[in-house]
């Protein structure tokens, strides 16, 4: 259940849905959902005639808890989880290899280059900066986002453009779409 929600904080989901997706019985997900919400790891809301649970980001050990997934799961997959649901996502990657050591940090003053080539609105483009930082430890200023529509992005890439050709040179974890090069 963890390794659903907490890539996904976003998003709340029903017992139904959980039943559908991790193909366990209602009845044992609202015993774990019961005593998860008790601890505080997660929070509900009725939502006409069902009750949806989403991970509470100030809970308790939530960012021990994240790093266990991280870890269970793998970085690339748990990063992959957190930009599915992203409107208008074509392609993502970031300009560096996982797991994450302070070598690998790719910018020049240490930060990540989270590349978003796609017609996204700009608070999925914060609230993907957000997430992505939470899941790999890291403060969101440490998550440099680089933006691209489609079009733009294959016109620097036609043109050569130096931080364009420098984002492909570099060693990266492609998450979403296609690899483009």
């Known amino acids: 259940m963890l390794g659903q929600t907490i890539p996904r904080p976003h998003l709340a989901y029903s017992l139904t849905e959980f039943s559908r997706i991790l193909e366990l019985p209602i009845?044992?997900?609202q015993h774990e959902c019961y005593k998860l919400e008790r601890l505080g790891i997660l929070v509900s809301a009725r939502e006409g005639a069902s009750r949806r649970y989403r991970v509470n980001p100030e809970g308790p050990s939530i960012r021990e808890l994240t790093a266990l997934v991280?870890?269970?799961l793998g970085a690339e997959e748990v990063l992959r989880s957190t930009l599915e649901e992203i409107t208008g996502l074509e392609s993502a990657f970031?300009?560096?290899?996982?797991?994450l050591t302070q070598?690998?940090?790719?910018?020049?003053?240490g930060s990540i280059p989270l590349v978003l080539i796609g017609e996204i609105p700009l608070e999925q483009?914060?609230?993907?900066?957000?997430?992505?930082?939470?899941?790999?430890?890291?403060d969101p200023s440490q998550i440099e986002v680089v933006f691209y529509l489609p079009e733009d992005w294959e016109e620097r890439v036609r043109q050569r453009a130096p931080y364009a050709v420098w984002l492909l040179q570099a060693r990266r974890t492609h998450l979403v779409g296609t690899p483009i090069d």
């Not at 970031?94 to 797991?99: F, G, R, S, V, Y």
């Open 94 to 99: 970031i300009a560096t290899t996982l797991p």
């Open 125 to 138: 483009i914060d609230a993907a900066q957000e997430r992505v930082a939470a899941l790999l430890g890291l």
């Open 27 to 29: 009845s044992s997900l």
């Open 70 to 72: 991280v870890s269970a």
């Open 103 to 109: 070598s690998t940090l790719s910018g020049a003053d």
